[in-house]
């Protein structure tokens, strides 16, 4: 079913032009996108700001989340100018037709609950093997609270953790404005130009592409306080999976929405590990760590597995249909 799609996909994104990837467009995007992280942070850099205290360095977290918007600017004034789309051929060329569709809706729930998966199953993985303690009232948010407000919570830690889940629909709703920024570009320019590479390679090549645009952001301590070459690496390997995972809900939903939806998703759940753990290694436990890696490889096999079962069975049903339409006409 993902090469049928992603073929049908690579036929709409290409109609009128040559086909092949267009390396020169692909150039120009991933500079202005990956030049316009970099203004926005240098002065972040420069100062040792840290993203992992956004109490302490709001400056440095606002340009964070203005980041996320740079993708899909890029993208659009890589259609505009240089590939001269307007109107409707500019909206599909970002992606963005036939955004709200039964379909769309219907892979955003996947993509919801792939989400939720892969967080909860890095951080059981991360139980089991004793990598992380799960301990509300010694967790990193309460430490937060005490420092910002002189106090003590003024409720239990794993219930002030239930309560938030009431709001988790509004911060997947406020994440998904900032994640559309990202998705227009990643998933709804990029993977398309891709294609001709072949769905793997275009999966896994947006995915690297993708993680090594948060290289300003991880040398701030985003993610693993792992602000080196190292934490880039890190970054660009959990984004390789989770770019594979999100990429296919575009493919196979012919829709950006399941990608804006499981995109915010993964970052609001993300979130509640500071109100569930007291610190523990970030490199180790996490959607994007190696804990995480292990998730996402089995999504992904799994995923494999299953579109060659039904690829064969498919297969199998239509030799089946031939033999009789020729036993009759005999």
Known sequence: MMQITARKDHRETTAGRPRGTRWGAVSVFVCLAYGAAWVLLWPAVQTSADLADPVGSPGAYIATVAMMFT???????????????????LLAELGLTGFFTRQGWRFAGAGIAGAAVLVLGSWGLGLLLGWVQLDPERSVARELIIRVTGEQPPMPMALLALLQLVNLPIGIAITAIAAT???????????????PLGTGWALSLSGAIWGLWHAPAILLGLNYEQRDPLGIIMMTIGCVGAGVL????????????????????????ATYQSILFPPFDQRLVGPLAITGWIVMTVLIVTGVLRATRL????????????????????
């Open 181 to 195: 920024g990202e998705e227009i570009g990643w998933r709804g320019w990029l993977l398309p130009k891709l294609l």
């Open 71 to 89: 993708p899909g600017l890029a993208a659009l004034l890589v259609a505009v100018m240089l590939q001269r789309h307007r109107g409707k051929a």
């Open 311 to 330: 690829r064969q069975r498919r297969d199998s049903e239509r030799g089946s249909h031939e033999i009789r339409n020729t036993e009759a006409s005999q």
């Open 246 to 269: 999100i990429g296919w809900l575009r493919l196979a939903s012919g829709s950006l929405l399941p990608c804006v939806l499981a995109h915010a998703a993964l970052n609001s759940f």
